[in-house]
T-cell receptor, first 113, second 113 residues
Framework: DAGITQSPRHKVTETGTPVTLRCHQT?????MYWYRQDPGHGLRLIHY???????DKGEVSDGYSVSRSKTEDFLLTLESATSSQTSVYFC????????????FGQGTRLTVV | AQSVAQPEDQVNVAEGNPLTVKCTYS??????LFWYVQYPNRGLQFLLK??????LVKGSYGFEAEFNKSQTSFHLKKPSALVSDSALYFC???????????FGTGTRLLVSP
């Protein structure tokens, strides 16, 4: 498995609180991604990064922000968690922007109550 | 926008029989297509990809996929199914640059002994 660690693996939080999920990689890959997985939707891209401090929005970015201060770390923040953000969150990495496949972490299950 | 469709929520097959998991795509330009598998409580694992070249792509665990441009399909196949192949399978297409992926809704494969 690619060296990708997501933390925490499970979290329960209350509506309105901020939450930060962490993705840490040891592969030195330039590109990192956050997806969320929901039944009936597959995986949808939230944000992605193409280098340190270089990030951009994906398909479902509202209510989320990201930061990447080091190559190995990509943080996803839910600024004020809502029940609609209850989901499984996956981090992914890829070596190049061309044809290389993406490798995924094991996921973080987030429940907002 | 690029998209993929997986028309079957679930596919049932007996062990030893051939299996097919269907995927159709809609893209502008040349498609970069991928298959991933997800086992329970795990992240996605890369199976195979089509970038260019031969229409029959071979991947991990004995899986292969056939790219058909005229039918805009990229079906996943395996000649002889194993019980351990039971999992959730996702088709994906690259959307623009930076290896951003658009996923189908997933197909659950159940292989019975």
């Amino acid at each position: 498995d690619a060296g990708i660690t997501q933390s925490p693996r499970h979290k329960v939080t209350e509506t309105g609180t901020p939450v930060t999920l962490r993705c840490h990689q040891t592969e030195n890959h330039r590109y990192m991604y956050w997806y969320r997985q929901d039944p009936g939707h597959g995986l949808r891209l939230i944000h992605y990064s193409y280098g340190v401090k270089d990030t951009d929005k994906g398909e479902v970015s509202d209510g989320y922000s990201v930061s990447r201060s080091k190559t190995e770390d990509f943080l996803l923040t839910l600024e004020s968690a809502t029940s609609s953000q209850t989901s499984v969150y996956f981090c992914a990495i890829s070596e190049s922007m061309d044809s290389s496949e993406a490798f995924f972490g094991q996921g973080t299950r987030l429940t907002v109550v | 926008a690029q998209s993929v469709a997986q028309p079957e929520d679930q596919v049932n097959v007996a062990e030893g029989n051939p299996l097919t998991v269907k995927c159709t795509y809609s893209v502008s330009g040349n498609p970069y297509l991928f298959w991933y598998v997800q086992y329970p409580n795990r992240g996605l694992q890369f199976l195979l990809k089509y970038i260019t070249g031969d229409n029959l792509v071979k991947g991990s665990y004995g899986f292969e996929a056939e790219f058909n441009k005229s039918q805009t399909s990229f079906h996943l196949k395996k000649p002889s199914a194993l019980v351990s192949d039971s999992a959730l399978y996702f088709c994906a297409v690259r959307d623009g640059g930076f290896q951003k992926l658009v996923f189908g809704t997933g197909t659950r494969l159940l292989v019975s002994p």
